[in-house]
Structure formats: C-alpha cells, structure tokens
T-cell receptor, first 113, second 112 residues
Framework: ETGVTQSPTHLIKTRGQQVTLRCSSQ?????VSWYQQALGQGPQFIFQ???????GRGNFPPRFSGLQFPNYSSELNVNALELDDSALYLC????????????FGPGTRLTVL | QQQVKQSPQSLIVQKGGISIINCAYE??????FPWYQQFPGKGPALLIA???DVSEKKEGRFTISFNKSAKQFSLHIMDSQPGDSATYFC???????????WGAGTKLIIKP
C-alpha cells in the first residue's frame, strides 16, 4: 500500500505567476483535502474534493482552485501568486465517511519571490 | 469559535520526563480531537485521537486527556525520548474526515 505522494517537493515562483501542485492519494482513498502551512504555524484548510467535486472550502480566495481526477489524484492551482502564498502545501487523503482518518503527504514547499 | 488554542509554544523536557501539551477549543460542534507529530521537512503524522465520549485514551507512551465541560484536551508523553523531539499539533473537527482546525503547534525538545 503506497502512501500519499506530492510533487514537486520544492518550487520557486515570482509574484503574479501561476502554480500547479499535485497529489496522489493513498490506495483505496477517495477523498483529498488540501492545507496551507505557513512557517511556524499550524496548517489551514483550503478545500476538500470527493468524487471530483469540491466538498467544502476554507477561507481562501477563488484564485485557489483544485481538481480531482477519476483515479482520485488531485491538483491545487494558485493564480496570481502573492508573497504571502509562500508556505508548505499539504495534501491529505482519506476514505469518505464518518470516522476515517486523514493521512498526510510530505508537502510541497512553495516560495514566492 | 473556530479557533483551537495550543500551549506552550515550546517545551524542553529531560529524557525520561513527562511532556504535557494543552489545547482549548470553543466550538461545541467539534467531535474529533487528534494530535499530530511533525518532523522538519515532513508532513504531519497522526499520533493519537479522541472523541468526547471518553475522558482519556492511551496508546503506548502517549495519552490524551479530555475535559468536555472545560473544552480542553491535552497530550501527555511519558518517558520522553530524544526521538520524540518534534513539533506537535492539536486539532479539532466535527468529523475526522472533514476540515481540521489546527492549533499553532508546540516545538518539543527532549534533552538527553
């Protein structure tokens, strides 16, 4: 059973650019959640995807968008990057249904210059 | 109402000692309270979790104590080891599979 994987590991972009981060969910998991973790802080929920639809969203602007594919992998897209978008972006996968646990990937470190 | 407050921000404990980290929440709809351990450069890993129908849960050296009336919960690490040195996060959610609201983290250092 493979765990949650994310790519790329690190990324450097400049303000105004767009970025796509990728996540492969753990085998058997159909739900993906994305979190943003700024340096020295706890993660903040961005959104969750289930059956290729957004299934809840945190307090993030529309320039943060996502996709989930039929194989349950997911992408996080961020447009018009701002300096404050510099963070560790975490993906967590789980099985939909009450009581299941979210398992986190290693994250993608995004630096915006 | 959505906040989870965690303390202390950092903690130094001697090897073999007990590490205690505390969290408090406001939202009574929260029904799931996990603790995560995060090493530098890694994603958070679930350590132990509790639901409000029990006041304590123990797994090996790790224990969660839960006080529903005070809306507080804590993590106790017994016989702390240098390998336990990491950042610990408490979190809360209406359900384990829904958005987690996280504390700010506690950086734990175990001195040999």
């Amino acid at each position: 059973e493979t765990g949650v994987t994310q790519s790329p590991t690190h990324l450097i972009k400049t303000r105004g650019q767009q970025v796509t981060l990728r996540c492969s969910s753990q085998s058997g998991h159909n739900t993906v959640s994305w979190y943003q973790q700024a340096l020295g802080q706890g993660p903040q929920f961005i959104f969750q995807y289930y059956r290729e639809e957004e299934n809840g969203r945190g307090n993030f602007p529309p320039r943060f968008s996502g996709l989930q594919f039929p194989n349950y992998s997911s992408e996080l897209n961020v447009n018009a990057l701002e300096l404050d978008d510099s963070a560790l972006y975490l993906c967590a996968s789980s099985r939909q249904g009450r009581g299941d646990t979210q398992y986190f990937g290693p994250g993608t470190r995004l630096t915006v210059l | 109402q959505q906040q989870v407050k965690q303390s202390p921000q950092s903690l130094i404990v001697q090897k073999g000692g007990i590490s205690i980290i505390n969290c408090a929440y406001e939202n009574t709809a929260f029904d799931y309270f996990p603790w995560y351990q995060q090493f530098p450069g890694k994603g958070p890993a679930l350590l132990i979790a509790i639901r409000p129908d029990v006041s304590e849960k123990k797994e090996g050296r790790f224990t969660i104590s839960f006080n529903k009336s005070a809306k507080q919960f804590s993590l106790h690490i017994m016989d702390s080891q240098p390998g336990d040195s990491a950042t610990y996060f408490c979190a809360a959610s209406p359900d384990s599979n829904y958005q987690l609201i996280w504390g700010a983290g506690t950086k734990l250092i175990i001195k040999p």
